[in-house]
């Protein structure tokens, strides 16, 4: 089967056919309002169904997508937990419209499902898996329906998904082109087998695979609802409207935003467990007209490390953005995308190798996706919505998976959800963050209850619903607050725990305008502890500071993606979610929100006076207005004895260079490397007239 990477870049909506053009001529107004608003609760019907049959945490905290495609496979209307899927799912899509709808011995026909992970074949990464549903009507082939969410394990090199120290695609488990798993709406006993046999945790393969299948089932029969009461002409061209709709209030958005060339760059620091050290990125995006032009340069690929990414999973990560930040009040589509254009260093690690480990390539696009927001969030701030400006998510989020056998003696690989969707997110120009707001891949994921990660799992939290202190990006506006959590290896002999994320040592994601970052991140693991002597004397810790100050034994702090260890019964680990960055001078915060914060433990008495220059009581809170004021003038005044003119400044960096011991990875310093940029763009049409236009398959010979 062949590799298409022409098929990897079409992201882009695809020309409307003329079968669409006439189906749209007959649509009237209100109609088309009504069942755009009617697909779209068929949506969260779908997602709903799917959050509550699956048993990954990741897809019982909401972390799932799913949506409606035209026959071409362009999104017209989906519900995203995680907004990538849908744009990824697309491709898949395409690939197999090229591929197989004429392929004799696959076919696509009604009640056929299929099921994809490969990143070369479209997918973001293993863990990250979408099952297709074909919907026919009278043998015609009119759209196709999508569910996709994360599982926890794929049979990698460590439990799973995201093995740290994977070194190429072939440590990373499970990768499937697209597989046809069902016919007639039967799942194939010998490939549901098959993906059981390749993970540690089958049970949850199997029962979120019949999810998928579910939810899928659900959007199917609603279209074909609407098929019955509207004709199929009008589920054909209200798709076509949804998406030549959006794709004209991308444009005319866009319009209403200066011109010009906005610019952020952010500092990587994990290329893979063990490599650790500087990473550029640079992006630029150009804004001219009703368009935009992003640019992505940086450091070179990494060599034998999980680090790398496509291009196209780097163009589905912007959806992340797009839709939670850019067109939040607009109906989800992949019509957006038409004005973007999206251009890639070579050599750098946005343009992987074949047979590169990209697993872990999702922590690296989260973060690059901070400078993308960061760039956007510019050009917003001085056109008609900049009443909407946000700093960005903290960039990626992590997590400790833990796997072996549980209570029930079942095989199991999970983490606990509430970490990854524990992170706080970026400050308002008018606000706070949102505090444990979900993550940057999914903005509606749930923070999932304590008593579900002691009834599934062998974990027994410590502590874990309880604000994270001194961890959010300070400014006018704190970034949100994220969750810190402690937990006890209990009912089991032992569990192999790998730490994924993509930093630790330092913070990635800007604030805006004077806005702090966040706080670094880390992993502990505590073996032969004091707890049970905490417990009994009533000094049970609360927080990371009460447990530092408190737990005694063998404590190994750990790089927040930094693979395998074994821990045992009883054993302890620590896992923090970062915090939102800030937003405006720290000078401009209003004292008495500085007291609340206090108040509330956000933040600590040495970050009010030290960080925002409040005076004020330590036993009642009380601000003293006059000594404030002083304190913030002298400090004003501070900076500017401190400051020195550009011109003067300048000589003195550019003479500054890193220890060489963190630039292994970084390449010519300061840019990260020389190389062209390449526009990843559609260099021919996948599917011929006869395809496009809704024509049956032709007789053809098989490929093999």
């Known amino acids: 089967m062949p590799r298409d990477f022409e098929a990897l870049k079409h992201w882009r909506p695809e020309p409307a056919t003329r079968r669409e053009l006439a189906a749209m001529e007959g649509l009237e107004r209100g109609d088309f309002e009504i069942y755009r608003n009617k697909m ?110 994360h599982e926890t394990e794929t049979g990698a090199s460590e439990p799973g998904g995201n093995p740290p120290s994977a070194k190429s695609r072939y440590d990373e488990g499970m990768l499937l082109s697209p597989i046809k798993i069902a016919e007639n709406y039967v799942l194939k006993a010998d490939l549901m087998e098959m993906m059981e046999n390749r993970v540690r945790d089958p049970r949850m393969q199997t029962l979120d695979t019949k999810a998928r299948a579910a939810a899928v089932h659900i959007l199917e029969r609603r279209c074909h609802e609407i098929i019955r009461r509207k004709g199929v002409d009008f589920l054909v061209g ?18 209403s935003m200066n011109d010009g060339v906005y610019r952020s760059s952010i500092f990587l620091e994990n290329g893979g467990e063990g490599k650790y050290g500087l990473i550029a990125c640079q992006v630029e995006v150009e804004k001219r007209g009703d368009e935009a032009w992003i640019r992505f340069t940086g ?45 890639f260093q070579d050599g750098s690690f946005f343009m992987a190798d074949v047979e590169d480990a990209t697993s872990l390539g999702v922590a690296t696009h989260a973060q690059v996706n901070t400078a993308v927001h960061t760039c956007m969030e510019k050009m917003k701030f001085a056109s008609p919505f900049g009443g909407h400006v946000v700093a960005s998510w903290p960039g990626t989020s992590s997590s400790v ?45 749930e923070f999932l209850d304590s008593e579900s990660i002691e009834h599934n799992y062998p974990l027994l939290p410590v502590f874990r619903s309880l604000f994270w202190k ?93 693979g395998l260890a074994i821990l045992e019964d009883g054993d302890l680990y620590i896992g923090v979610a970062p915090s939102g960055p800030g937003y405006g001078d720290v000078l401009e915060r209003d004292p008495e929100l500085v007291m609340k914060d206090l108040s509330e433990h956000t933040i600590s008495h040495r970050t009010a006076r030290e960080i925002y220059k409040v005076v004020y009581r330590e036993d009642n809170l009380i601000v003293d207005a006059e000594a404030t004021e002083l304190a ?17 400044w300048e000589p003195g960096w550019l003479e500054r260079r890193p220890p060489e011991r963190v630039m292994a990875m970084y390449g010519e310093w300061p840019r990260g490397m020389a190389g062209a940029l390449t526009e990843w763009e559609p260099q021919k049409e ?12 032709r007789p053809k010979p098989s490929r093999y």
């Open 40 to 149: 779209e609760l068929v949506c969260w019907e779908a997602y709903q169904t799917f959050s509550r049959m699956g048993i990954s945490p990741m897809i019982e905290a909401g972390d799932a997508a799913v949506g409606i495609y035209n026959r071409q496979g362009d999104l017209a209307v989906g519900i995203m937990g995680t907004q990538l899927h849908l744009i990824n799912a697309s491709i898949g899509i395409k690939w197999m419209m090229r591929w197989f709808y004429e392929e004799p011995s696959v076919g696509i026909h009604e009640g056929d499902m299929f099921y994809s992970n490969d990143p070369l074949y479209g997918g973001i990464h293993a863990p990250d898996q979408i099952l297709f549903l074909p919907v026919f009507f009278e043998d015609e082939l009119v759209a196709w329906v999508a569910a996709a969410s």
């Open 401 to 445: 998976l833990t796997a072996g056998v549980g209570k029930d003696g079942l095989p199991f690989a999970a983490w606990d959800q509430g970490q990854p969707n524990g992170v706080g997110m970026g400050a308002r120009w008018d606000s706070d963050g949102i505090d444990t707001g979900g993550f940057i891949w999914c903005a509606i994921g």
């Open 686 to 697: 996948l599917l011929d007239e006869h395809v496009r236009e809704g024509g049956a398959p």
């Open 632 to 648: 913030r003038k002298e400090e004003r005044e501070h900076r500017l004895a401190r400051a020195v003119p550009y011109a003067s």
């Open 470 to 562: 001194d961890a959010v990006g300070y400014g006018k506006y704190r970034g949100g607050r994220s969750m810190n959590a402690m937990y006890r290896i209990h009912g089991t002999p032992m569990v192999a725990a790998v730490s994924m994320g993509g930093t630790s040592g330092r913070p990635v994601a800007p604030g805006l305008f004077g806005g702090y970052p966040s706080r670094p991140v880390a992993t502990a693991f505590i073996r032969n502890h004091n707890l049970d002597e905490l417990v009994a004397s009533g000094r049970t810790p609360g927080d990371v500071y009460e447990a530092v100050e408190r737990v005694e034994g063998d404590w190994e702090v750990r790089h927040q993606n930094s």
């Open 299 to 343: 450091s070179p690929r990494v060599i034998a490390g999980n680090f790398n990414m496509y291009p196209h999973m780097m163009i589905a990560m912007f959806a992340c953005y797009l839709f939670q930040f850019f067109f939040w009040e607009l109906p989800a589509t992949t019509g957006y995308y038409d004005p973007f254009h999206f251009e």
């Open 238 to 255: 209200s798709m076509r409207r949804m998406i030549d709709e959006g794709i004209a209030a991308a444009r005319a958005k866009l319009t």
